[in-house]
């Protein structure tokens, strides 16, 4: 097989693995909601029963409930950029960059002292009528 066959054999794999990583990617997606679905229903049922953990069959289920934080709608991030303003307490925010923000910036001429933009490569596949 020469080189050019080689790698056309390695592209038309490479469309084969992006189809298949697109269709459980999908199911994943699926199952990730009906999974969540499940869980509120049985919590549902469970709380129901005045349960708050029930063991069968070798599984054993507890209702537990965690915290998250967010800010509140409407103004709760105007409201946490002005605290941050006022005490500096910019461990607050995740320590990375928005990418679509800072890739506004560079497309408008405007370069952000510290940050700079590095090129990556990557095969981009498209499938037509054959290779």
């Not at 054999?9 to 990583?21: F, K, T, V, W």
């Not at 469970?46 to 103004?75: C, N, Q, W």
């Not at 090129?119 to 498209?126: A, I, Q």
Request: no cysteine.
């Amino acid at each position: 097989m020469s080189e050019l066959e080689q790698l056309q054999a390695a592209i038309i794999q490479l469309h084969a693995m992006n189809e298949e990583h697109t269709r459980v990617a999908a199911r994943l997606a699926k199952l990730k909601t009906d999974r969540r679905l499940m869980e509120l229903a049985a919590m549902q049922m469970m709380k129901g029963l005045g349960l708050e953990s029930l063991g069968h069959a070798g599984v054993h289920a507890r209702i537990k409930t965690t915290v998250h934080y967010s800010p509140v709608p409407g103004d709760g991030w105007q409201r946490i950029y002005d605290r941050i303003a006022r005490t500096g307490e910019w461990e607050l925010l995740q320590k990375r960059l928005s990418s679509t923000a800072v890739r506004e910036r560079f497309n408008l001429g405007d370069a952000i002292d510290g940050v700079q933009a590095v090129p990556v490569p990557e095969l981009d596949l498209t499938m037509q009528g054959g290779l």
